[in-house]
Structures are given as C-alpha cells and as structure tokens.
C-alpha cells in the first residue's frame, strides 16, 4: 500500500526558509491522476491546506501562503519537497504530507512531523 513519511528540521529559525520533504513508496507520485499535497495542523487550530503538487508536476498553493509557497518534486527519488519562506512563530504546527484524490485530500497521509520557530 502506498506509504507517505514527512522528513525535515524540527526547529527552523524566524524569517528563514522552511524546507520538508514527504518520501512515497508503494506508488509513484506521477501516476495519473493523483495529487501530493501539504496540510499543516497549528495548536489548539484545524488543519490548514498549504498546497499540491499534481502528478504532472503542475503546483497549485492556498491563497493565504502561495506568496511564501512553494513545492517541487523529484521524480527519480519519488518524493516531494514544501519551502515556506519568512517563517514566524504562527508557522508552528505539525506538518502532514498526504495523497491527493478526486476533489480533495484522501486517506493515505504521513505520520505528521513538528516544526516549531524558535524566537
């Protein structure tokens, strides 16, 4: 079955760049017509959409955050890449990477990984 796993810094520091990368396996992130996608969850909040990558590489971001957004992808290593740019404090939240489906997210997500911004 198709596995997604959320790698990166647990600690960024305010005003830099956040990067995370979600490895796939069992399925590849190009096969018709599957999207990839970043969903954060803040403290005590909802889960927020941050964006996608669609599995012809088109990227489409949440209007809130596509000014500091953006998300790439390495086919050959099957995974997916976030940079958030100019991180706060608010950027603090637990980060999922999870496949894509029809009109919205569906059931295969990652385990979820913490990021906090250090002040």
């Known amino acids: 079955q198709v596995q997604l796993q959320e790698s990166g810094p647990g600690l960024v520091e305010p005003s830099q760049t956040l990067s995370l990368t979600c490895t796939v396996s069992g399925g590849s992130i190009t096969e018709n017509y599957y999207y990839w996608a970043w969903i954060r969850q803040p403290p005590g909040k909802g889960l927020e959409w941050i964006g996608y990558i669609a599995y012809s590489g088109e990227a489409y971001y949440s209007p809130s955050l596509k000014s500091r957004t953006s998300i790439s992808r390495d086919t050959s290593k099957n995974q997916f890449t976030l940079h958030l740019t100019s991180v706060t404090p608010e950027d603090k939240a637990v980060y999922f990477c999870?496949?894509?489906?029809?009109?919205?997210?569906?059931?295969?997500w990652g385990q979820g990984t913490q990021v906090t911004v250090s002040s």
């Open positions: 999870a496949r894509g489906e029809g009109v919205g997210v569906g059931d295969y």
